[in-house]
């Protein structure tokens, strides 16, 4: 404000009151702007190409005008890359520190949890605020969350952020480990919570499935988890009818019907809260787990009680005529 004032004194003194007043009204007075205006400026573009954006959008009466107050009254830095948003009225004087001070308008990309990794190359590439293509991420290797982007920012740089954030979360979550998970490794807590995840959209079961998986382990018995089998049919993306019976005893690295154990990777990106579970699961000695009907699933410790709870579930489908 200081240096406005100064600025215009100066004016007075050198041009006379009219000039200044001109001045005053096309530099520090209310701009032409009717209503609020978004603008991209591109890396590498110049402060002219800028104006040149402001004038089509409205937001200021003359490029050459724009320019000529900038150089005069305004600062050297250079203006910033991204999206801004003019405010109606905005006067020269503040959409030029807008430009070279202010921050970008901020976009969000959202990974939902136990989202695979196919997916979340979808989602980035399909973002047009984004630039630059990228590859399949390693499955598990980003952490679901919503994060923010600037219009323009590489799809690279968004998927490092993802998985930095992972690499962050399951380094805490793993030095906070408890003596009663069976996992023995980072990357094994990271395959067994993307089962926990696909298994259950219920946030306060993940502690008890990671539990009867747990156990399954321990007593050497295969997990049998679904999606172990869809996984390397779809690579993640939702299969859209039964599994076959082929898929079943299928032999491929993923499939824990037909081997014991781990899949030899994840199959989703698993949140923070399911490779906790995996690390600090539920003291319990359940075994089996099956839907209930009611989007959670019920668990039992023997199989004639899980033979009991499925039977209860497949009468729940045949009254809905499911079955």
């Known amino acids: ?29 209310e701009g032409p702007l009717q209503k609020p205006a978004s603008i991209q400026v591109k890396k590498g573009d110049t402060l002219a190409s800028a ?12 490029t050459t005008g724009f320019l000529r ?3 005069r009254f305004g600062s050297q830095d250079p ?21 070279q001070h202010g921050k970008p308008v901020q ?31 390693a499955e598990g290797s980003i952490l679901p969350d919503s994060y923010s982007f600037e219009a323009g920012e590489p799809r690279a740089a968004v998927l490092a952020r993802m998985q930095a954030a992972m690499r962050e979360a399951l380094d805490s979550a793993w030095a906070a480990r408890k003596p009663t998970t069976v996992v023995t490794s980072k990357r094994d807590a990271l395959i067994l919570a993307s089962i926990v995840e696909k298994e259950t959209a219920v946030a306060s079961e993940r502690p008890m499935v990671a539990a009867v998986y747990s156990n399954r382990i321990r007593e050497g018995m295969k997990l049998q988890a679904d999606p172990t089998v869809i ?3 779809t690579q993640g993306k939702p299969l859209g009818r039964r599994i076959r019976l082929s898929e079943l005893r299928a032999v491929n690295g993923y499939n824990t019907y037909a081997s014991a154990g781990l899949p030899e990777g994840p199959i989703a990106n698993p949140s ?27 668990f039992a410790n ?13 009468a729940i489908r045949r009254s809905r005529g499911e079955m």
């Open 1 to 29: 404000m200081i240096r406005r004032l100064i600025a215009l004194v100066l004016i007075l003194a050198l041009v006379g009151g009219g000039a200044a007043l001109w001045v005053s009204r096309d530099w520090w007075g």
């Open 51 to 62: 104006a040149r954006a402001l004038e089509k959008a409205g937001a200021i009466r003359s």
């Open 69 to 71: 107050f900038a150089r």
């Open 79 to 99: 203006v910033r890359a991204g999206e801004f948003e003019i405010p109606a009225r905005a006067s020269g004087a503040e959409i030029l520190d807008l430009l």
């Open 107 to 137: 976009h969000l990309v959202t990974i939902p949890e136990g989202m695979p990794s196919i997916l979340v190359q979808e989602r980035l590439m399909a973002e047009p605020q984004l630039t630059g293509t990228i590859a399949v991420p």
């Open 231 to 233: 996984y390397p049919i």
């Open 272 to 298: 923070k809260a399911a490779i906790e579970a995996v690390l600090d699961p539920a003291k319990s000695p359940a075994l089996y787990f099956v839907a209930d009907g009611k989007g959670g699933h019920v």
């Open 302 to 314: 023997t199989l004639a009680e899980h033979n009991a709870n499925v039977q209860r579930f497949y």
